[in-house]
C-alpha cells in the first residue's frame, strides 16, 4: 500500500477533497439521520461524493466515517455496527479512488468528556481502536483524526489509531480566532500546545480544518511552522466564514477566490490542500489548477 509520508518526501504539494456532510443532505439525508448508515443504505450516493472529488483532481479522499466510533453510533442505536459502517465507509472511497489516489480513514471527536466523567479514557481508546481498525480493513492508506478540540481526547485517538493499524496518522483541530487575537480551539488549545501533543502521541501529519477560510488558514500554519519546521501540514479549510442570509447558511468564498489564496497558504509551509465546509468539487478542482498550472 502507498505511503502518504513517502509521497510528501517528495516535495509536491498534495490536494485533498472538500465538504461532504452537505452532500449527503443534497442527496437526502434527513436532520437526524446517521450518516454513517448511508454506507450501507445509499452506497451509490456515498460513491458520487467520493467520486466527484477524485474526478475533480484530488489525490486523496476522506471517508464517510467522521462520526463513526462506537460511542457516537450508540446515539442511533448502532453501537453494534461500528466495524460494519467503517469497513463500508472505507471501501466505498478505496473503490472510488483506485489503486492510484489516497484515502483518508475520518475519526472525529465522540462529544463526550473526559473531563467531566462523561466517558473513560479506556472506552475511548478502545472505541477509536475499534473504528480505526475497520477502517484499516476497508483499505484506506491512514487515518485521519481530524476536528479536535481537547489535547487529551485527540491523543487518545492518535495513540489508538497508530496502534491497532500501524498506519500513519493525521491528526487536525479545528481553532478559532480569540478576541486577543490568539487561535485557540473551544478547549482553550493553542496550535502550538496541539503540535507538540499529538506528535508526542504519535501523528506524522499535523494540521487544521474547518471554522476558518484560507487566509485564517494561514495564520494558523505560520504558527505552526514557528515551532515545528518539518513536519507535514494538511489544511481542510471552509469556504470563508460562513454567513447566514435568509436562515440559510452561505459560504462566501468562490472556487476562484480559494485558489488565488493557495499559493500563500504554500509558502506559509501547508503540504496538503483540502477543503472543509463549504467547498465543493469546484473549489478542490480550482486549487488543483492553481498547484500545477501556477
Known sequence: MKSLLDELKSGRT?????????????LGLQPGECPELWNVTHRAEVFSIAKS???????MILTNSFGGSPYKLE????KDRAIELNKAAAEISRDAAGDDHFVLGSIGPTGALLIMGQISEQELHDGFSIQAEALRQGGVNAICVETMSAIDEASIAVKAAKESTG???????TFEKTILGEYKTMMGVSPTEMVKAVKEA??????SNCGNGFEQMIEIV?????IDPTTPILIHANAGKPNYVEGKTVFPDTPVKMAAVTPELIRAGANIIGGCCGTTPEHIKAIVNAIRVG
Open 14 to 26: 498534495l490536494v485533498s477533497d472538500g465538504a461532504w456532510g452537505t452532500f449527503l443532505h443534497k
Open 202 to 207: 504519535g501523528a506524522s501529519i499535523i494540521g
Open 222 to 226: 505560520r504558527e505552526m511552522r514557528s
Open 75 to 78: 446515539h442511533f442505536g448502532l
Open 167 to 173: 498506519l500513519d496518522v493525521v491528526c487536525t483541530f
Open 53 to 59: 472529488y477524485i474526478d475533480a483532481g484530488a489525490d
